[in-house]
């Protein structure tokens, strides 16, 4: 892109800089500001009367004596018990990627290694089952896991989560196996191992870059997960996401919003470093299946 | 790879998939044609002396109960929930017809049937965001794209956030800004003077919020994609355009946008597919007054103290079928590749 040739015309150097001023401010206001309001009182970040009052604090001075003030975050963490929330989300992250890595990988592997025709339509089922939004397998859910009294509890929750992550995480991990070549197993047959060990041995040592990408869409999904969660967990199981979706309905009738955006605020802290330490392999993941597409 | 081999290897995921996907898309559809039994009623008479006897009706609470766990199923319906007044509404429908004279009016009158009204707006979301959220990635990946080395790794950072947060707290760090209190909200009403200029107040200005929120969401991801795609354009290719004299627009249009189509259609496809699934901003926004779609239809069908299941079932087969429509074109296209590679 060296060439003269080229180099922009003047006019749309400063037309694209300005675009891109444009989509920087769109993309990461919304966050700063919410960051910047979850400090201040309720009449500050909702103004009414003037809406300086959310630059310059004045309410809050008022009521705190200074321009920021932290009763958002104690509202929610501690008098709502929002730490619960967080813990909740915690272990149903936690397991769903543990468990959706453990059983894609061994179900990728086997499509990306077998030539049979029944691992086209079995890719195809996962392609269409990935294509439903999963609310509408909620309504099958609820009549079995009230009769085995097993809802309302996290453990339903990950396995549903674990089971409606399969058909993305195949995909996924199916074309990153198809990367490694096959010769690698092959050889390792040769040698005189099945076809476990040498996925042990010979696959597993090599397959982590992928598998950490899958991981990383894994997380996302259970993390920002809230129709499937919000139906399934009772009240005192919630995650984070169905929780502050509770919040709005309980709190706007007392005037504690600043809850919810002190909960929101906190919610999004883990995605912004996730973003930050895997900008990487996140970029990686979102080509790697357009590519191929 | 052997049969068993591959058996063994699949069979966590394929259980996982079949247990908790396959079978309840097969209770749903089994849902759907059921209905919750009614009340078994009984007639009781009462008589008393000198006031006569008088007739009443109650609810037999065992025979209920009875019936309820000899059939737990409900009663056999048929298609009765598909076709009554909560979803496709045919005798409804029938009668609108009938009486409309004017297609605005027609189109009113459906607007006030439900599923009519949560399809409305799930496919007008689906087919006003999709293309926008194309066009405006390319443009984000060509402006990004002319950037100094070092500004591209720091805005490709912040692209992605709108994208990788969550969808329903996105829709409410939008949705507080915008609303007639928050800071822009507020800042536009004074800045107008209009204090109409609300967002609760008018059914047009929420569609429009729902769909810039929807283009905020999801433009990161067509911008990651063609970005990447930019990166392996051939020059070549471009500097024999400009050597032929083509001006910039030319050159994306000749050039570049044909190199990238392959992606604009795999992106397309992903986009249709989200964005029927719409959801969040509906909750995020509290819009549910002035726009729903299809899955919050189910949604709102299965919270709240009365689970109506045979009605939400209805709805996620109605939606199961959209989005069976919308995939057929690739599915065919693949089914066509496959043929031809073998």
Redesign the interface.
Known sequence: ?A?R??R?PKS??IA?TL??IF??I???F??A??VW?SFKVELD????S??TD?LTGTRTKAVYGSAFTDTGYEGAWIQEEFWRNVLNTGIVCFFVVTISL???T??G???S????NYT?W?L??????R???P??????????FFEWNVWGILPTTI??L???N??F??WMLHSFFKNIPQELDESAKVDGC???QA?RRVIIPVMWPGVVTTGLFSF?LA??D??VS??LLSESNRTM?PA??AF?GTTQTEGNVMF??AA?VS??VP??I???FF?RQ??GG??A???K? | ???K??FW??L???L??L???A??????VT?SIFAPHEAVLIEVENCTPLVGCTTETSVDQEATRALREAKPLGRFVGLDIYFDRGHLAVSELKEVWASSETWGGFWDRLYNLPLYRALAFTLTFTFVVTPLTLILGL??A???N??HKHLK?L????????M??????GS???F??I?S???LG??LI?LSGDPDLSLKASTGLMWIALMVYGL?HAS??AF??FY??LQTLP?DQ??AA?IDGAT?WQQVKYVIVPHLM??VT??ALIQL?DN??V??PI?GF?AAAHATS??WF??ND??GET?Q?SS??AT??I??IG??I??SP??VR??RD?KGAR
Not at chain 1, 124 to 129: C, P
Not at chain 1, 136 to 144: E, K, R
Not at chain 2, 23 to 28: G, N, T, Y
Not at chain 2, 164 to 169: E, H, R
């Open positions: 892109m060439s040739a080229q922009m749309l150097r694209s675009f891109v989509w920087f769109l993309a990461a919304p966050f500001w919410t309001g970040f909702f103004s009414i003037n809406w959310g453990t059983v894609g061994l179900g592997y086997a499509l290694r077998s030539t049979h086209f079995l195809i089922t996962a392609l269409i089952f294509a439903m939004p609310i509408t397998l909620v309504a099958g859910y609820l009549l079995p396995i549903v674990v089971a409606i399969q058909p995480t195949l099945n076809q476990f996925f996302l993390y920002n809230f129709a919000a139906m996401v502050i979706a709005l919810a955006v929101v919610a999004t995605l912004f996730l973003v930050m900008q996140i970029v979102l080509t299946g357009a590519v597409g | 790879m052997r049969h081999t591959f290897f699949f966590p995921t394929g996982a998939m247990l908790f996907i079978l309840p898309i097969v209770s749903v849902q443009v984000i060509l402006a990004i002319s950037l790794g805005m490709i950072f912040f692209s992605l956030l709108p990788i947060v969550t969808p329903l707290i409410m760090i939008l507080w800004m609303d209190r928050g800071i507020s800042a004074g905020w990161p991801f990651v994609v990447a795609g020059t471009l500097e400009q910039r392959p992606l795999f992106v597919m029927f699934k959801f969040e909750v509290s299809l899955s189910i949604f299965l919270g689970r299941l939400a079932s996620s087969v939606t199961i989005v069976a919308l995939l690739v599915l693949t089914w496959f």
